[in-house]
């Protein structure tokens, strides 16, 4: 062995041995937090080969630190219901990096909202937000309210109340939250009215996803689905294939569902079947989309009802099935590990060409592992939905500016800055020895402008 390869060896070694002592140390400190335990587990593994070629951040404590979120504010949160009744709920915030920018990310509310939940989607944020190359910072907050069946006013109320505590701890140029499951730009709004009232002015800048005739951004509500399409596009180039002509399945119905199929039907997809948490349809003519909005949208109702005003379609009471369907490209837009072990099977066995996760963290890392193995195009989460937070920060530098653009002159943008980060991702899968990995690439990418950061920081 030559005296370089016998350094290489030591170095990879100490990266692996500093990997492995700071993922027992993280189990330890979170041991029930599943869901932030798996997001770390895939960072960890794809961070190997940098820390192998940069020591210095072994020596700055990186990966023991950026584990570790900066804030987590946890608070009651009661409100009254239309019958008077007092109901309490859990509200969080977890602030969990500070050194590309402000706290970014969204509000979740849904019941199965819990500290590790939310610990996992602001931990992705970190990697998420930098790979835009916008000045962000990461967060999540949520509680675990429940909206379905609630009235206009119970949501006001109940978000009213969120708001007013998490008043204290955001601001423009402190932290930015904006939506996500269970919230859009309603509640946005209501969040938004709440906040200004309490500091007796109007601060723009501190929420986005607003209504875009109200402070938001055109092109906001549409920019997650249509950039995850954006990405999986280029994905697709490999394999000199486009959308045209393809069998798209898209699983949810929500924001980021809606406007996935709707791109993907733009670039002359075929979109077969979607889902909400109660089950799947299944329309051999190709979904009507228009259809789907009203029922979503408007209406408020279950995606169900779409087979009474389409009489050739099906509806399948169980959601995870949707994944049974053949289909070339699969979009997972609902939640996390929606596609396991089983699904993922399903999918290879029909032959699917791609995965692109509009859905943070939908895929387990079995689920992952074998699209790698089949030779499965597989965009991850944090590369491939990036385009939400990325319009959410032109919307904060518009709110800055005090001028809009228009949809088209954000629709450019997004397009650009999904290109920018697929090219990001595969840039650094290449560097770092892993040629095609879209999972290492985008992890490392996202990675090592925030590392730079904290080093330049200093300790914190
Ligand atoms: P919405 O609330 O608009 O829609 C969520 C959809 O997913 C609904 O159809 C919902 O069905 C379904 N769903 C939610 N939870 C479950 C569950 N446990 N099991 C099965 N189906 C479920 O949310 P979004 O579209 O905004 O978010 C969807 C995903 O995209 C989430 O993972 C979110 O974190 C992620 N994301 C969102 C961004 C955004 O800009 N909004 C940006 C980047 C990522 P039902 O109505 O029956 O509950
Ligand atoms: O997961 C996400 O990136 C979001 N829910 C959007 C965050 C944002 O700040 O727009």
């Known amino acids: 062995m030559t005296k370089l390869d016998s350094i290489h060896t030591d170095n990879k070694k100490r990266a692996n041995d500093y990997v492995h002592e700071v993922y027992e140390l993280v189990k330890k400190r979170n041991p029930d937090e599943k869901e932030f335990l798996q997001a770390t587990r895939e960072i960890f593994d794809s961070l190997r080969p940098v820390f192998a070629q940069h020591p210095e951040y072994i020596t700055n404590g990186i990966l023991e630190r950026i584990t570790e979120p900066e804030r987590i504010i946890t608070f009651r949160v009661a409100w009254e219901d239309d019958q008077g009744k007092v109901h309490v709920n859990r509200g969080f915030r977890v602030q969990f990096n500070s050194d590309l920018g402000p706290y970014k990310g969204g509000i979740r509310f849904h019941p199965s909202v819990n500290a590790s939940i939310m610990k996992f989607l602001a931990f992705e944020q970190i990697f998420k937000n930098s790979l835009t190359g916008q000045p962000i910072g990461a967060g999540k907050g949520g509680s675990d309210f429940d909206p379905k069946g609630k009235s206009d006013r119970e949501i006001m109320r109940f978000t009213q109340s969120f708001i007013t505590e998490l008043s204290k701890y955001i601001g423009p140029d402190r932290d930015v939250p904006a939506g996500d499951i269970g919230v859009g730009k309603r509640e946005i709004g209501y969040m938004f ?17 607003k209504d875009p005739n109200h402070g938001g951004s055109l092109g906001r509500k549409e920019a997650t689905g249509y950039g995850t399409v954006y990405f999986v596009e280029e ?11 393809q069998t798209v399945i898209v699983s949810g119905s929500g924001n980021v569902s809606i406007y996935a199929m709707e791109k993907a039907m733009q670039l002359g997809a075929k ?13 051999e003519n190709g979904i009507n989309l228009d259809t789907v909005k009203r029922l979503k949208e408007v209406e408020n109702k279950r995606i169900s009802e779409y087979t009474k005003e389409h009489l050739q379609a099906e509806y399948h009471d169980d959601c995870s099935a949707i994944w049974s369907i053949p289909c070339d490209i699969a979009l997972p837009c609902a939640t996390q590990n929606e596609i396991d072990e089983i699904a993922a099977r399903m999918l290879v066995a029909n032959s699917v060409k791609a995965i692109g996760e509009g859905a943070n963290m939908p895929c387990t890392l079995e689920a992952m592992a074998l699209f790698q193995e089949n030779g499965v195009l597989f965009g991850p989460a944090k590369a491939a939905n ?30 650009l800055v999904m290109k920018n980060i697929y090219t ?37």
């Open 386 to 415: 990036a385009g939400g937070v990325a319009v959410s920060a032109m919307e904060m530098s518009q709110n800055s500016m005090r001028l809009s653009w228009t949809a088209e002159e954000v629709d450019e943008k997004l397009h």
């Open 271 to 283: 979109v077969v079947a979607c889902s909400d948490s109660g089950g799947y349809i299944y329309d």
């Open 235 to 245: 994905m697709l180039k490999v394999k000199n294939e486009s959308f045209d002509g």
């Open 193 to 209: 009215g709440q906040y200004n009232r309490l500091k007796g002015g109007y601060e723009a800048g501190v929420f986005t996803g």
């Open 424 to 460: 990001s991702c595969v840039d650094a899968a290449d560097r770092f020895g892993h040629p095609g990995n879209l999972v290492m690439g985008a992890n490392i990418a996202g990675f090592l402008k925030v590392a730079d950061a904290m080093v330049a920081h200093g300790l914190s």
